[in-house]
């Protein structure tokens, strides 16, 4: 299933609740880059140049979750992350 970028974006962002979470896009919007930080603003996990996510949900969530596997083996909590649901809400919107 392709995915726009703006959805993307709050996909990203909500899966590292509560932790902050900054999301770039660049090379023309058809790569992302994100950053997970604490609430000093220090990074703790840096994802680079996701290609193209105007992609597939399945991939996007694949490298979503390796990074929560990876935040959580270092202790961090974070809040419960469906992406099926927020594409649900999001199609229900758009």
């Given amino acids: 299933m392709r995915i726009e970028l703006d959805f ?4 990203i ?6 932790l902050q979470c900054s999301v770039e896009n660049f090379d ?4 992302v880059r994100f950053r997970v930080l604490n609430k ?3 990074s703790l996990l840096e994802v680079e ?3 193209r ?3 597939d949900l399945d991939r996007l969530k694949f ?9 959580e083996r270092r202790g961090f909590q974070l809040s419960a ?8 809400s999001d199609k229900q919107n758009g």
Avoid: H
Avoid at 13 to 18: K, N, Y
Avoid at 28 to 31: C, E, G, L, Q
């Fill in 63 to 71: 490298r979503i979750l390796k990074a929560r596997e990876n935040l």
């Fill in 53 to 55: 996510m105007i992609c």
């Fill in 40 to 42: 000093n603003g220090d």
């Fill in 28 to 31: 023309a919007r058809n790569r």
């Fill in 81 to 88: 992350w469906d992406p099926q649901v927020l594409f649900q």
């Fill in 49 to 51: 140049e996701v290609r």
């Fill in 13 to 18: 962002q909500s899966a590292f609740l509560p």
């Fill in 8 to 11: 993307a974006e709050k996909a």
